[in-house]
């Protein structure tokens, strides 16, 4: 507490001498990034971590300083709400509850659980990994926005630049998107691609990251062990749904059932067959499930601390490519659009290279990274971040930050929020992409030794 009072009056100090509005991260990005069981428990959706499904945009756009209009948009999306991944869960647990029925060792909840589950089965079966059909609408729906919220840039006949990862549902993804932009805006000319061409910076991971994120051998792995055995806790959920003692002896593995029923359960948001399966879990083992998932996707995508900031450069060759083709966009006025889509692997790590919202935090302790990151609030389905830019007749170039459409903060000073001057941006970016790849150069010259 003493260190936030300190930088509250440093930054205020700052402020009254050089006549200029610093807006760092600080407590309010702190505020955003953060959660807690309370949160979680009023919307159990959002247990469902990076399955939440795309959350109503309320928020409003603040006005562009006068004389100032928008003139381009750099965006990077996630794809929308998906199936689950695979098969899989939806198999091992109706096959376990069906042979629970037939040798009479389930219960009356059991059994109306195995109901539920054959009803979503119909829709689900052999989609593992495809765009729902909510994953289209949450792609039309942003695309409807960003023309709303700024028309002046897809005016007339210009181009669009769309490109997505070689995934199917991201490709479906960018489809979605185009077609409610060229449906809005006739005269805009769109480039699609799906290629390994461009994998190189919409979905980069180093060897060097891959190495500390590997989920056997990485660094972190034996210390999230003992925190996942403390808190996956299937033993009530399993007398819930079984009546035999022998028979779980003999058939049931409670933590790969848990495992199963959650991602069925949290999946349920994002696509159309109407049923839920929260009532399997407590709020509690709800978010202590939660808490395992939430501190995988940081480990594996932002900045743990163990990390030195290797994993969460993986996205320096994306602010490459974002700054490169501001630049072009810039100088060529006919580019209206570059977008991007991907992953929560690809959007979490920008984030934190881009140092939105205090999404960059560094974390050691897997019990602590709730209180300082939060998945859900980092990437849902579809999340996305948007840098608008806008010019005045001199030619001076403003931009800002969206992340799911709302403005954000970044550590670059300004005195217009959400307003940045391009120039304080890309000279800040391009040193702290330069710093970062120094910081991968040197752990593997590190691991060489």
Known sequence: ??????????????????????????????????????????????????????????????????????????????????????????????????????????????????????????????????????????????????????????????????????????????????????????????????????????????????????????PWVEDYRKFEAEHVKPQRMVAALFSNTDFIRRKVNPEKLMWALYWIAVDMQDIETKANFYDVFTPQELFDLWQCVNYRFYVGNANPAQSGGIVMANACTLVENILQSADEAIDNHGIAATLRFGHDGNVIPLLAVLQIDSFDVAVSRPEEVYRHWCDFKATPMAANVQIVFFSNKAGDVLVKFLHNEREVHVPIATDRWPYYRWSDVKQYYTQRVATLEQVVRQAESKKKD
């Open 1 to 218: 507490m003493d260190m936030t009072v300190q930088f509250i009056k440093k930054t205020f100090t700052l402020c009254r001498t050089k006549a200029v509005l610093v807006l760092l991260l600080g407590t309010s990005g702190m505020a955003l990034a953060q959660t807690s069981f309370e949160e979680v428990s009023a919307n159990l959706d959002k247990a469902g971590g990076v399955y939440l499904a795309y959350p109503e945009v309320t928020a409003r756009q603040t006005p562009a300083p006068k004389g100032y209009k928008p003139f381009y948009v750099s965006h990077y999306g996630r794809h929308g709400s998906r199936y689950l991944l695979g098969d899989g869960d939806y198999l091992t647990t109706i096959r376990l509850l069906e042979v629970a029925e037939q040798e009479h060792c389930i219960t009356a909840f059991g059994k109306e659980v195995l109901s539920r589950l054959h009803l979503v089965w119909k829709e689900t079966e052999g989609r593992g990994g495809d765009l729902t059909p909510l994953g289209v609408r949450q792609h039309q729906g942003i695309a409807q926005r960003m023309v709303q919220n700024f028309p002046e840039v897809f005016k007339g006949k210009r181009s669009v630049s769309a490109r997505s990862t070689v995934v199917y549902r991201c490709a479906m993804s960018m489809a979605a998107f185009g077609d409610r932009l060229k449906g809005l805006c006739p005269q805009i000319e769109i480039s699609y691609e799906m290629s390994h061409k461009y994998m190189g910076y919409l979905n980069y991971h180093t060897d060097i990251s891959n190495a500390f994120t590997n989920g056997e051998t990485g």
